[in-house]
């Protein structure tokens, strides 16, 4: 009995080790992907640092790293260990900041050779947002080791754009919703400065049976423009009577052609809701 039950004991062992040995670097390494401003103007420098902290002893075959922004459009930016393009990387450039030391022995993904052990690998990487459309993109960082992929997750960016300096805006009617409350007598109020001393400001109201609610916001990008439709990033507070503020954002979409503004917010929504007065819109 004691025989097999060290027999087991071995056996688990092994499978153990088995295990460890196919999943790879799971813990030698950490990426790391971060964005100076994540709110920036059509024109401006968009400036990320991209890092990986390797943990262990053991070398890492790194193959190349992967910048990944999709939004309006879709774009990949490829480098290796050394900050050199690869491929891709429109109105982007790359330089290395720290490098971790190299050296020869066994490594993750294959036998051994030269890879990359205890230490930082670090890049700073500025993008042209002249040369991107305006709106929102998501981010996200790759690392290739032989056939494997190891992904971080960024955070979004905005690009927005200068226009709509005078704007102002009414509107009212339409559908409000949330999970709780549906109304149909809703009030919309908008207003962009002339000049950028301060951002633009509004509200919407909306009547119910049980009372009204209220969110009052400032204007934090505005995402497109054009002589069709214009798309605002919104940020401020969402009160319902008789409980408490919430903070919320929202985009709002408005349909110059049709006249119509629809809002998109973390907690309501309002659809289809007519314009009755725009200026400089």
Do not use: W
């Not at 900050?83 to 051994?112: D, E, Q, R, V």
């Not at 890879?115 to 040369?131: F, M």
């Amino acid at each position: 009995m004691e025989k097999k039950f060290k027999v087991i004991s071995v056996i688990i062992s092994i499978a153990i080790i088995i295990l460890l040995f196919y999943a790879g670097p799971a813990n030698a390494f950490i990426l790391g992907l971060t964005v100076k401003d994540t709110m920036v103007t059509k024109g401006d420098i968009l400036e990320f640092k991209v890092s990986t902290q390797i943990e262990l002893t053991e070398t890492l075959d790194i193959d190349r790293f992967i910048l990944i922004l999709n939004g309006s459009e879709f774009q990949e930016c490829e480098f290796d260990v050394d900050g050199n393009i690869l491929n891709g990387c429109k109105g982007i450039t790359i330089t290395k900041l720290a490098s971790s030391n190299s050296t020869f022995g066994p490594g993750y993904s294959y036998g051994y050779g030269y890879g990359y052990g205890n230490g930082v690998l670090e890049y700073k990487i500025k993008l042209d947002t002249e040369e991107y459309l305006s709106g929102i993109y998501s981010t996200s960082l790759k690392m290739i080791i032989g056939g494997d992929e190891f992904e971080e997750i960024g955070e979004d960016i905005i690009i927005g754009v200068e226009s709509l300096q005078g704007c102002s805006l009414r509107a009212k009617g339409g559908d409000f919703s949330t999970e709780e409350i549906s109304a149909t007598n809703n009030k919309l109020s908008l207003n962009i400065p002339l000049r950028n001393a301060v951002n633009g400001k509004g509200h919407i109201i909306t009547q119910y049976k049980k009372g009204r609610v209220v969110y009052q916001f400032d204007i934090i990008s505005v995402v497109e423009n054009d002589e069709d439709h214009a798309v605002l990033m919104t940020d401020g507070t969402f009160k319902v009577k008789g409980e408490d503020d919430v903070q919320e954002n929202s985009i709002i979409y408005l349909d110059k052609v049709n006249m119509v503004v629809n809002v998109d917010g973390s907690s309501f929504e309002l659809d289809e809701m007519p314009v009755y007065f725009m200026n400089r819109c």
